[in-house]
């Protein structure tokens, strides 16, 4: 289903959502849908019906299965509807082992972070504080160092990383606020691309 100006509208929507997630901790709703609907769009100028019909395929096969897994609480909204707009470009197959292998990347990451914070070296510990979201309120809605509200979308980018990330609950605000590892989930798409680029060129 891939053609390269198909390819290359993948790449650029991964290459925004791994500079939104890594600065802001979200993927934005503008970026996900407007390439979800290009992807529509595109691929009914060049087949029609059909080609409709294999988008939207492709968007329910990157959207459906990561939606179990956001209600499981392993990923982020944003996540989510990521998979759905690049399963627009790429299709059903392709999308389908992209998700397999971010989890597989995502899992072994985790497992390097984890393994990192038992390292004395302070430069690594820093750089994983960095990479990782410490903080997330029980009711879904946090507030970051400026006092704002930053509600579910701020964590979309985020997944949890395993069982063995620790939990330690504190108050804050009058709020309750959990501890957790988290990560960018896009840290694990960018390694899972390279695993499937063979299905992708």
């Known amino acids: 289903m891939s ?18 997630d890594m600065k802001w901790r979200r993927i934005p709703n503008w970026l996900t849908f407007t390439f979800f609907v290009a992807g529509l769009l ?21 959207f459906l299965p990561l939606l ?20 627009a470009w790429i299709g059903v197959g392709t999308v389908l082992q ?35 979201e410490s903080d997330a309120v029980e009711s879904g809605v946090g507030v970051d160092d400026s006092g704002t509200d930053s509600g579910v979308a701020e964590k979309a980018g985020a997944v949890r ?19 957790r590892l988290r990560m960018p989930f896009m840290l694990a798409v960018l390694p899972a691309v390279a695993l499937v680029w063979p299905s992708l060129a």
Do not use: Q
């Not at 595109?42 to 019909?53: D, E, F, M, R, T």
């Not at 620790?166 to 804050?172: D, G, M, P």
């Open 161 to 179: 990383i395993g069982e063995s990330a620790i939990a330690l609950s504190h108050e804050k605000s009058s709020r309750k606020v959990r501890s």
């Open 98 to 132: 992209l998700m397999m292998a971010s989890i597989v990347c995502a899992g072994i990451i985790g497992l390097l972070l984890l393994a990192g914070r038992m390292l004395p070296s302070v430069a690594i510990k820093k750089a994983i504080r960095y990479l990782t």
């Open 42 to 62: 595109y691929h009914v100028s060049i087949n029609g019906v059909a080609g409709l019909a294999a988008a939207s395929w492709g968007a329910t096969a990157g």
């Open 68 to 87: 179990l897994l956001y209600a499981l609480g392993g990923i982020g909204a944003g996540d989510v509807k990521l998979f759905g707009a690049a399963g």
């Open 3 to 20: 053609t390269s100006f198909a390819l290359a509208a993948f790449l650029l929507l991964l290459l925004a959502a791994f500079i939104t």
